[in-house]
Structure formats: structure tokens, C-alpha cells
């Protein structure tokens, strides 16, 4: 199965899937002011909600984390998204966030900085003005979402030069956009321009570890080279990610076919079968098993 693009909009239940969590801690954190009600997420509102779990899980109260949220969108006006739009982390239970070269308070706006450099008391009560950059976090978020979709339709209309165009001034002003990465990456691998493609898929890994499809994608290219242990690794930790990736099961299913592992293959092609059942793809997997029960005098019926 062959690479995929990198989705504009993700519904509840899929965000839900690949953040691991529940409709009802969603619904929680709406309730409680600390995240957008949406229907539809773009890739901006999945970081926000990862720098919301996380600040979580190291016991900042969701009460400081909103106070902050309300705190940083007075300061630096044009932030909708301070989640997403800020590098906000926690230092203990206390919050912190990194604005250009400073580390500051985010409630009260105070600068914090190193011990050995806090002799002054002018300094370590200074209290900064957030920086006004040419263009402001929000626009460059706007201008990001508003390039990639563009590039999304050039793409899907087969101009593919324009489409380019549209990512690659994307990345100048966000080079970690992992879904520009992956979508690069895919234009590369269709064009055979492997060692490209691979470069892409490897950063959008890096910097979004948690991206199903960009696991996919890189374990689709690893497959193409004949890297079959790499690829496996790519597709499972897909699989983790998002247990009803089908594409994943049917990529493994094929990998263990390659690598001789018959009855492993076959575990995956009926997985496989769970989630589609008229496709050509799933009259691939039924004529696979098939093979396989043949060979093994395994009944098509019966369990591995």
C-alpha cells in the first residue's frame, strides 16, 4: 500500500485515537476553559492538546494552566493558541514559557533568569514586553494553515511545481510542520527521489514522534528500499499509535511475506479484513490467507 497525504483536519474520535485519550477528558478540558470545542482539529490544535497532556501529567493544575492561558493571550494580543503558539513546559508544578531568547513567568510576565546571573535586582525584577516580531505568532499560524492548504488543493489538481512552491515557503517560516514534511516526503518518494523522501519522513518523525501517518509513510519508503526490518518497525510503531490503521496491518502482513514469516503474515491480512471488506486490497488479503491456509493445512476459518 502505497504512501498517504497528510490530512488537513482530523475529527474528535481521530484525535482522540492518536492522543490516547477519552471523549470525556476532551470534553473536561472544555468545560474548563483550557481548550477550544472544535470539531474538526488542524495540526496546530494536536500540539496544543500534547503541551496540554503533558502539563498534566506533571500535576499542573489545569486551574494555574488556564490562568496562564488567559494570562499570555492579554500580553501577546494576537495569540489565540498560546498551547500551540508558545513554548509553554513545567518546572515542578510551576509553568514556564520560552519567548525568543527569554524564560519568563507567564501569569505575572516576570523574567526568570539563571541563578548565576541573578545578582542584579534590577534585573531579576524586570518585567519584560513580550516581543512584537514583524509577523505575530497568530498571523505566522494563520499564513502556515492558509499555505498548506493551498498546497493541498494545487496538489490534489496535479500541479505539483506550485504545490511545492506552497510547501517549501511554508517551511521557512515553520520548519518542524510535520504534515508539509510528510507531504514533501510523499511528492519525493512518487517522483523515486528516495534519498529525499527519506529525509523528509525521517524530520517529521523527529519532530512529531506521535504522527501515525508520518510513521507510515517512512516505513513505506524503508519497505521500497528492501528494508524490511526497518520498515516493520515504522509500521508497528504506526500501529501503536493508531490501533485501526489498516493500511498498517496490510503493509505488515506484506513485510512478514517478504521476510518468510508466513504465520505472522497471516495474523495481519485477517486483521486486515476487520476493516475492509470489499476493496481490492481485501481481496488481496483474502487470496494471501488463502496461500498461506494452503500452505500451512491451516482451515481459512481456524485461528494461527
Known amino acids: 500500500?502505497?504512501?498517504?497525504?497528510?490530512?488537513?483536519?482530523?475529527?474528535?474520535?481521530?484525535?482522540?485515537r492518536m492522543l490516547g485519550l477519552?471523549?470525556?477528558?476532551?470534553q473536561a478540558w472544555e468545560r474548563q476553559g483550557l481548550i477550544r470545542r472544535l470539531?474538526?482539529?488542524?495540526?496546530?490544535?494536536?500540539?496544543?492538546?500534547?503541551?496540554?497532556?503533558?502539563?498534566?501529567?506533571n500535576r499542573v493544575p489545569g486551574a494555574r494552566i488556564r490562568e496562564a492561558i488567559l494570562a499570555l493571550r492579554r500580553r501577546w494580543g494576537s495569540s489565540e493558541n498560546p498551547l500551540a503558539e508558545l513554548k509553554i513546559f513545567p518546572e515542578g508544578r510551576r509553568l514556564r514559557v520560552r519567548v525568543d531568547d527569554a524564560l519568563l513567568e507567564p501569569i505575572t510576565g516576570q523574567l526568570l533568569?539563571?541563578?548565576?546571573?541573578?545578582?542584579?535586582?534590577?534585573?531579576?525584577?524586570k518585567i519584560v514586553q513580550f516581543p512584537r516580531?514583524?509577523?505575530?505568532?497568530?498571523?505566522?499560524?494563520q499564513r502556515v494553515e492558509q499555505l498548506f492548504s493551498?498546497?493541498?488543493?494545487?496538489?490534489?489538481?496535479?500541479?505539483?511545481?506550485?504545490?511545492l512552491r506552497c510547501y517549501r515557503d511554508l517551511l521557512e517560516l515553520e520548519p518542524n510542520h510535520a504534515p508539509t514534511l510528510v507531504n514533501l516526503g510523499t511528492i519525493c518518494f512518487h517522483a523515486r527521489d528516495y534519498v529525499q523522501?527519506?529525509?523528509y519522513y525521517e524530520h517529521a518523525v523527529r519532530v512529531a514522534p506521535d504522527y501515525a501517518l508520518a510513521r507510515f509513510n517512512l516505513g513505506n519508503l524503508l519497505d521500497e528500499l528492501g528494508l524490511f526490518e526497518a520498515a516493520l518497525e515504522q509500521y508497528q510503531e504506526a500501529l501503536r499509535l493508531k490501533p485501526d490503521y489498516a493500511d498498517a496491518h496490510?503493509?505488515?502482513?506484506?513485510?512478514?511475506k517478504a521476510l518468510g514469516q508466513p504465520l505472522r503474515a497471516l495474523q495481519h491480512w485477517r486483521q486486515y479484513l476487520k476493516y475492509d471488506g470489499t476493496s481490492e486490497w481485501a481481496r488481496i488479503a483474502r487470496r494471501e490467507i488463502e496461500r498461506i491456509c494452503q500452505q500451512m493445512l491451516v482451515q481459512p476459518g481456524s485461528r494461527a
Request: proline share 1%; glycine share 2%; net charge positive.
Open 250 to 256: 496490510f503493509n505488515i502482513a506484506s513485510v512478514y
Open 39 to 57: 470539531e474538526e482539529y488542524s495540526f496546530s490544535d494536536l500540539l496544543a492538546l500534547r503541551t496540554l497532556i503533558q502539563l498534566r501529567k
Open 113 to 125: 533568569l539563571p541563578f548565576e546571573a541573578a545578582g542584579s535586582e534590577n534585573e531579576s525584577n
Open 150 to 163: 493551498q498546497a493541498v488543493e494545487l496538489e490534489q489538481q496535479g500541479r505539483v511545481a506550485e504545490a
Open 197 to 199: 523522501a527519506r529525509t
Open 22 to 26: 477519552s471523549r470525556q477528558q476532551l
Open 133 to 141: 516580531s514583524k509577523l505575530q505568532t497568530r498571523e505566522r499560524q
Open 1 to 16: 500500500m502505497q504512501v498517504q497525504q497528510a490530512a488537513q483536519r482530523y475529527t474528535r474520535a481521530q484525535v482522540c
